[in-house]
């Protein structure tokens, strides 16, 4: 997973090629530590991730990445 290229620039998907961003309506950004897709532009889905740090919400979010997992710890 991630860029097997190991230059940080990404990478061919697993799939070959782009597929549709799986972004869920569901699936909300509603808390900080969310693991998500950080696409350059719509459906490229390339091995670039985020995680929120210091949010409460992000509306402008949802609906637009691919919402993967939240991290937790102690």
């Given at each position: 997973?991630?860029?097997?290229?190991?230059t940080?620039a990404?990478?061919?998907?697993?799939?070959?090629?782009?597929?549709?961003?799986?972004?869920?309506?569901?699936?909300?950004?509603t808390h900080r530590?969310l693991v998500?897709?950080a696409?350059?532009?719509?459906n490229a889905?390339?091995?670039?991730?985020?995680?929120t740090?210091?949010?409460?919400?992000a509306?402008?979010?949802?609906?637009?990445r691919t919402l993967?997992?939240?991290?937790v710890?102690?």
């Amino acid at each position: 997973s991630g860029d097997k290229t190991g230059t940080g620039a990404g990478g061919e998907s697993f799939f070959g090629e782009p597929f549709e961003d799986e972004a869920h309506p569901r699936l909300r950004f509603t808390h900080r530590g969310l693991v998500a897709m950080a696409n350059e532009t719509r459906n490229a889905n390339e091995s670039y991730f985020f995680i929120t740090l210091v949010l409460d919400r992000a509306d402008e979010l949802h609906g637009k990445r691919t919402l993967f997992e939240r991290v937790v710890g102690p």
